[in-house]
């Protein structure tokens, strides 16, 4: 079983930065997918940024250019540095895992979520 716990949320000014981070507990975090996602009120739950075992990354275009998602697989750790916060970015941000479950499924696992908002 997979625990992912979140934090780094908080306040922050548009115009600024957070860290979040995200730590994992398990023995196969290496072989891991992971992503962040985001959830504002009334609105699905989207993804952030991704980031493979191997360290490939993905963005949505919304945060490209000002979102870093990192991993420390030694740590089992997967981070997210979000800077030039906008308004928009306000939502809850949780961490996400895809365990390997045999050669055609994946099992998902999330965090409890960390709030962040970016006032203007």
């Known amino acids: 079983q997979v625990q992912l716990v979140e934090s780094g949320g908080g306040l922050v000014q548009a115009g600024g930065s957070l860290r979040l981070s995200c730590a994992a507990s398990?023995?196969?975090?290496?072989?891991?997918?992971m992503g962040w996602y985001r959830q504002a009120p009334g609105k699905q739950r989207e993804l952030v940024a991704g980031i493979t075992p191997g360290g490939s990354t993905n963005y949505a275009d919304s945060v490209k250019g000002r979102f870093t998602i990192s991993r420390d697989n030694a740590k089992k750790t997967v981070s997210l540095q979000m800077n030039s916060l906008k308004p928009e970015d306000t939502a809850v941000y949780y961490c996400?895992?895809?365990?390997?479950?045999?050669?055609?499924?994946?099992?998902?696992?999330w965090g409890q979520g960390t709030q962040v908002t970016v006032s203007s």
């Open positions: 398990g023995s196969i975090f290496g072989l891991s997918t």
């Open positions: 996400n895992a895809k365990i390997p479950a045999g050669t055609f499924y994946q099992n998902d696992y």
